[in-house]
C-alpha cells in the first residue's frame, strides 16, 4: 500500500497487498443518504459496511432541522386537512429548482414521495399529525408539518396548487434532524449492517475500468475496503473546504458555513478523480432570516438604490439570495412601529436609522432624496388595497407601514449578521445514484447520493427546506438497491 | 487502436499500435491561444505540431472583433496621449474578475502587458495609433486603441485611474480578429511549425500517469499523435456544445452562440477526463447591445417593476447579465424623442409603447401606478444636475428626458433580439498553463489555454472588450513555453 491520500487519484487494486475488509456494498458517510443506501442495500440481500469518519452515525442531517420535503398526499398532509398532488408537487419544484433542474429526478422524487413516506415510518419515523401555519424556520413544538419554501409565492401559486410539504420527524422545534437519524441508526442496528466509525476514505480504489474500493485511515493506519458490488459516496457536500468553496462557489465564501466539520468535499474529491462529472458546483443556499415571528414579513426590503427587490414573504433563501445580489451587499428592511419591537430571533439586524416620516428616514440614512419615500408611498398605496404589483406579496402580510417612527433594519451580510450557507453542487448522476462521466458514459461501481451528488435542490433561490434531505434519504435508498444489484 | 472517441477516457499508451508523428510539443487548436503557444514552443527550440480541425487556423479568435486587452502604457497609449500604469490595469482586472478572479493570473497579466505588446508587434502585428473616443462595440474604422469596458465606471474609476485598453490589430470596424489570425498565421509560416488542418483530437494519449499524445481521427482513420514534451490544449470554449451548456451553464442556453462550430468543449472534456478541475463553469458573457450610437446611453433601462438596475453607460455585458437577472427577464429603456431615431445597430428592440407623459407611458404600458414615473422624476431631477445617485452614470450620458413624446424599447431576450453568449468556463490552469487537479496537483504533460482553460476573464457581468483574445495569446505564450521547458 502506498503513502499516497490524494482523494483525486484512484488507487489501482493491484498497488493492494491486503483487504482489510471485504463487502457486497461499502457506503462511504453515514449521514441521511449513507443511511438509507446501507438499509436499502442490506434489505437487498447484500453484505453492507457503512464507514463513519466521525465516532458516530449523525452527519450533517443529525444538524439539520429534519424537515424532509414529502408531497402528493401523504397521510401527514390529509389527517391535517391539506389535498396534495404529485403533479402540483413536481410542477412546484421544477420551478424551485429553477434552470439548472434535473428533471429527471425530480420525476421521480415526486412519483414515490408516498412510498418514501411509508418507507421512512417502516423504519420507526414518526410523523405527528399537526400542523403549524404560522411563518417560521420549522415547525416551533412538536408539529410534522408547515410550509418551507415558496409554495404560496405569486409565481409558484399559479402554476402550483400550493400544499405544506415539510414533514419533520416527530421532535421539538429544530430536533427533527437528531431525531431523525436516532431512528435511522436504531434501524441500522436491527439489520446486518457493519459499521465502522472513525474511519476516514481516503481514495478510491480501482480495477480495470471499475470501482472496487475505498483506501481509508483508521487507527492510524491505511486499510483496503473491498467492494464486490458497489461503492455509495454519500459524504455531505464541499462548505467545509474553503479551498473548494472559493475555488468552485465564492459567492458563499462569506457565508456562516452550515454543515458538519465532514463536508469537506472529499466524497466529490474521490469522484471526480474516478471520472464523475461535478455540477452546479457554484449553487448553494444562502440564507438571511427574518423570521419569526412572521410580523417582519409586513416590513419591506430595500436596497442602496431605495428601491424594492423580492417579496418579503418568501423563503428566506430567497431573500439571502437577493440581499446579497443587491449592489454592494446592501440590504435594508423599512419597519414600522407597529411590527417593530425586537431584531428578528435569528438575525440580531440592528437599527441603522430612525425617522417620524419615510422623508426624514430617507434623508437620515443617505438615500437620495425621492428613492425610499416614493417606494414607500407606492407600496403603502397598494398595500391599502391588499395588493403588490412589483413584488406580489401575498395579502396576508400586506398592511401600509404607516404608524410612525419608522426605523431602517440593517441586513447587509457586512453587518456581520448570520448568513448562513451550504453547497447544493455534486456529482452528476442517474436517478439510481450511479455516477456519469462529463459525456454521460456511467462510471461502473460507483454510486453517490445526498450533497455529493447534484440532486433534486439545485438553486439557492428557489430552495425549500427539507428539499435536500428528502433528495438524500430519497436518492440515498436508490443508490443503494443499485449497488446491491450490480454485478 | 480501439475505436473509442469519449473525450472523457484517455487512452493508454500501451494501446496504440504505431505513432502516426511524434514531436515535442502538441498543440490542439489553432486559434489565437494555440498559434501563440506553437510560436513560442517553436522559439523555444522544440519541434512543434499544430493540429487543427477546421481546414485552416483562425479558430473563434478570428471571427472575434480582434480586441486584445493591453495597458500599464502601451506605445499605442501614450501615442494617443493616455497615460496607464500596471498598478491601475491590475486593480480594474481584478474588480472586473470579481469573486472568482484567479489574482495570479492577472498579477501576471498586468506584470508583462507591455512585453506582451512587443512580441505581438514583433510577430507582425500592426496597431495603428489612433484613438477612437465614441460608444461603441469596437472602433468604427482603422483605430486600434478605444475604450472596451466599465473603466469609467465609478466604482472602477475610483479604485483605478481609467484608461482606454483595447488594442485592435489595424484593420477595418470587426475585423480585427480576422487580421490578427492572419498575421499569426503568417508568423506560423516562417517556423518549423507542422500545421495539421482536418484534424480532430479525441481524446489524450497517457503513459504512466503522463499525457504523451492525442489520438485524432483525419482522412477517417485514427491517427495517434505522441508529445515528448507536451500537450496544449486550446480548442476553445464550449459555447456550441449545448448539452454542456446545459448542465454546466443553463443561464446560457437562451443566449446567441458566439463562437465558431469548434466551441464544442472537447478541449475541456478531455482535460477533466485527464484528471483536470473545470472551473467557472456557470460562468458566461451574455450581452445585450444598445450601442452604438452612444446616445441610448441617455436611455433609462427600467425592469417590470419600473425600477431602473443598471448605469447605461456600462459595458453591454453588464447590460446584459442584469437586464437577464431581472424578473421574467423583462428589461425596457425610456428614450425620449431627443435620441430615438431608430433602433440600436445590433439589437432591433421595438417600441413596446408610446407616451406623451412619463404617466401617460406608465399606464399605457401597464406599469403599476407610482412606479416608471416616479423613476423618471427622480432620474430627470438629478439628470438636470449632472447626477446619478442611484447608479452612478457618468455625467457625460446624464441629460434629463424631458422631449416627448417617450417611447419603452422591449430589451426583453423574449423579444428575439440579439443576446450573444460564449462560455468563461474551463481547466484550472496555473499562470504556466499546467493543467491541474480539483486537489491542485500538476497533471505531467498537460497544458491548456484560451477559453479551453478557465482564465483572466471570469465574470460576464465584468467583463471587457479584449480580455479573452488578451488572455488566450498571453497564456498561450506562456503555455507553450513551459510545454516547450518540460522533460
Known amino acids: 500500500m502506498t503513502g499516497r491520500t490524494d482523494p483525486c487519484t484512484p488507487l489501482d487494486a493491484r498497488e493492494v497487498e491486503d483487504w482489510f475488509a471485504e463487502t457486497d456494498v461499502l457506503v462511504v458517510g453515514y449521514g441521511g443518504a449513507g443511511a438509507c443506501a446501507a438499509l436499502e442495500a442490506d434489505a437487498s440481500g447484500a453484505d453492507v459496511v457503512l464507514l463513519e469518519v466521525a465516532s458516530a452515525g449523525g452527519g450533517t442531517t443529525a444538524l439539520s432541522g429534519g424537515q424532509i420535503y414529502l408531497g ?14 404529485r403533479e402540483a408537487m413536481e410542477a412546484y419544484i421544477r420551478i424551485a429548482a429553477g434552470a439548472n433542474a434535473d428533471l429527471e429526478k425530480i420525476r421521480v422524487y415526486c412519483e414515490e414521495s408516498l412510498t418514501h413516506f411509508d418507507w421512512l415510518v417502516a423504519q420507526g419515523v414518526v410523523f405527528n399529525p399537526e400542523y403549524y401555519g404560522g411563518k417560521h ?46 431512528t435511522l ?15 476516514r476514505a481516503l481514495t478510491l480504489i480501482r480495477e480495470n475500468g471499475r470501482i472496487v474500493g475505498a483506501l481509508c485511515r483508521r487507527d492510524g493506519a491505511q486499510r483496503a475496503f473491498r467492494a464486490r458490488r458497489g461503492v455509495v459516496l454519500a459524504c455531505g457536500g464541499f462548505i467545509m ?5 472559493a475555488k468552485y462557489a465564492p459567492r458563499l465564501v462569506d457565508g456562516a458555513p452550515l454543515g458538519s466539520p465532514h463536508d469537506d468535499g ?21 440564507s438571511v432570516i427574518w423570521y419569526p415571528d412572521g410580523v417582519f414579513c ?19 433563501a430567497r431573500g439571502g439570495h437577493h440581499c446579497l445580489n443587491q449592489t454592494g451587499r446592501k440590504a435594508y428592511m423599512v419597519v414600522d412601529d407597529a411590527i417593530y419591537t425586537k431584531p428578528p ?37 397598494f398595500a391599502a388595497k391588499g395588493e403588490d404589483p412589483l413584488f406580489h406579496k401575498h395579502r396576508d402580510f400586506l398592511r401600509p407601514l404607516d404608524r410612525p417612527p419608522y426605523a431602517l433594519l440593517d441586513f447587509s451580510i457586512d453587518t456581520g449578521i448570520f448568513y448562513p450557507a451550504f453547497t447544493l453542487g455534486g456529482l ?5 445514484g450511479e455516477v456519469r462521466t462529463p459525456t454521460g458514459e456511467r462510471i461502473p461501481g460507483l454510486y453517490a447520493a445526498g450533497r455529493t451528488a447534484a440532486g433534486v435542490p439545485r438553486s439557492g433561490e428557489g430552495y425549500a427546506s427539507g428539499m435536500s434531505v428528502g433528495d438524500a434519504t430519497f436518492f440515498g435508498r436508490r443508490a443503494g438497491r443499485a449497488a446491491a444489484a450490480a454485478r
Open 241 to 245: 473546504n474553503r479551498d473548494m468553496v
Open 298 to 316: 409586513e416590513g419591506v426590503f430595500v436596497n442602496e438604490q431605495g428601491q424594492r427587490f423580492v417579496n418579503e414573504d418568501c423563503y428566506h
Open 72 to 85: 402528493g398526499g401523504t397521510p401527514i398532509q390529509r389527517a391535517c386537512g391539506f389535498e396534495d398532488t
Open 137 to 182: 424556520t420549522n415547525t416551533p413544538e412538536y408539529q410534522s408539518l408547515c410550509w418551507s419554501g415558496n409554495e404560496k409565492g405569486w409565481r409558484e401559486s399559479q402554476a402550483a396548487k400550493p400544499a405544506p410539504r415539510a414533514h419533520k420527524p416527530k421532535a421539538f422545534w429544530e430536533d427533527g434532524g437528531a431525531t431523525l437519524m436516532a
Open 266 to 286: 472529499s466524497g466529490i474529491l474521490m469522484g471526480i478523480g474516478a471520472g464523475g462529472a461535478a455540477l452546479n458546483m457554484s449553487e448553494g443556499f444562502v
Open 428 to 432: 452528476d448522476t442517474t436517478i439510481d
Open 185 to 199: 441508526r436504531a434501524a441500522v442496528e436491527r439489520t446486518r449492517i457493519r459499521v465502522e466509525p472513525d474511519t
Open 345 to 381: 430571533l435569528y438575525s440580531a439586524a440592528e437599527v441603522r436609522e430612525v425617522g417620524e416620516s419615510f422623508e426624514e428616514l430617507e434623508q437620515a440614512a443617505g438615500f437620495p432624496a425621492g428613492t425610499l419615500s416614493a417606494t414607500m408611498a407606492t407600496y403603502n398605496r
